[in-house]
C-alpha cells in the first residue's frame, strides 16, 4: 500500500538505472583513467580527493536550485547537465577533440571537469533525496502512517542490488572489444580503447537519460506539499 504510489513509482525507476549506469561507470573507470587517459597513480589520487570540492559545490548550490527551479525540475535539468557532461571528455577525445596523453593540458582539464561535474551529480542526489523525502506526507495522508524508513529503504536496496547489473554490462564491454589481460598503460591499442569508448558512451548516456526521463512522472511540486501540509496540520489539530 505505501509503495502503490506513482511518485515512488517514479523515483524507484530513476534509482534503478541510476544503478546500472554508476556500475558500469564504476566498473570502467579504472581502464579509462590508466589506458585511456594513461594518468599515474598520483594523477588518480588527486581525482580521487578532489570530490570534497564536488562535495563543497554540491552542497552550496543544492538549496539554491531548489528555490529558484523546484527539486523536480531542478533534478531534471541539474541531471541533464551532470550526466551530459560526465563522458564528453570520453566522447571528445574519441572525435580527436581533446589533448593527446601525456599533454600538460590534459590532467588539469580532466580535473576541473571531473570537480564541477561530481558537484552537479551531488546536487542532483541531493535533490532526489529530498523528493523522497516529500512522499512520506503524501503517503500518509492516504495511508495515515508515516514510511520515511519503508521509501528510503526500497531506494537503497534498488540500488544495492541493480548496480552489480552495470558492473558485468562494464565487463562484457571489456570482452567485446578485446581489451586484453594484464595489460600495461601505454600498451593497449589506439583500435581497443575507440572500440570501448565508442561502446560506453553511447550506452551510459542512454541509461542516464532513461533515469532522467523517469523522474517527469513524479508529481509533487512545492504548492502539492505545501497543501500536503496544511492537510495533515488540519487532521492532527
Not at 566498473?27 to 587517459?37: I, V
Amino acid at each position: 500500500e505505501t509503495l502503490a504510489n506513482r511518485s515512488f513509482m517514479a523515483l524507484f525507476l530513476s534509482a534503478l538505472f541510476g544503478a546500472i549506469a554508476t556500475g558500469m561507470a564504476a566498473g570502467l573507470n579504472y581502464y579509462f583513467m590508466t589506458f585511456f587517459w594513461e594518468f599515474d597513480n598520483q594523477q588518480i589520487s588527486v581525482l580521487s580527493v578532489s570530490v570534497v570540492l564536488s562535495a563543497v559545490i554540491g552542497f552550496v548550490i543544492s538549496p539554491m536550485v531548489s528555490r529558484k527551479l523546484g527539486k523536480k525540475r531542478g533534478a531534471i535539468i541539474i541531471g541533464v547537465m551532470a550526466f551530459t557532461t560526465a563522458p564528453l571528455p570520453i566522447f571528445l577525445k574519441l572525435l580527436g577533440f581533446m589533448p593527446d596523453a601525456g599533454s600538460p593540458v590534459l590532467f588539469p582539464l580532466i580535473l576541473g571537469t571531473t570537480i564541477f561535474d561530481v558537484g552537479l551529480i551531488i546536487c542532483f542526489q541531493t535533490l532526489m533525496s529530498a523528493m523522497i523525502a516529500d512522499l512520506v506526507e503524501e503517503s500518509q495522508l492516504k495511508t495515515q502512517r508515516r514510511s520515511e524508513g519503508v521509501f528510503f529503504a526500497a531506494i537503497t536496496f534498488t540500488r544495492k542490488f541493480v548496480q552489480g547489473f552495470g558492473v558485468v554490462s562494464a565487463t562484457v564491454m571489456l570482452s567485446i572489444a578485446q581489451f586484453p589481460e594484464g595489460a600495461v598503460p601505454g600498451s593497449v591499442s589506439n583500435e581497443v580503447l575507440h572500440r570501448l569508448g565508442w561502446m560506453y558512451v553511447p550506452a551510459i548516456f542512454c541509461v542516464w537519460m532513461m533515469m532522467i526521463a523517469c523522474l517527469r512522472f513524479y508529481r509533487i511540486d512545492r504548492a502539492r506539499h505545501e497543501e500536503n501540509l496544511e492537510r495533515l496540520s488540519d487532521l492532527q489539530a
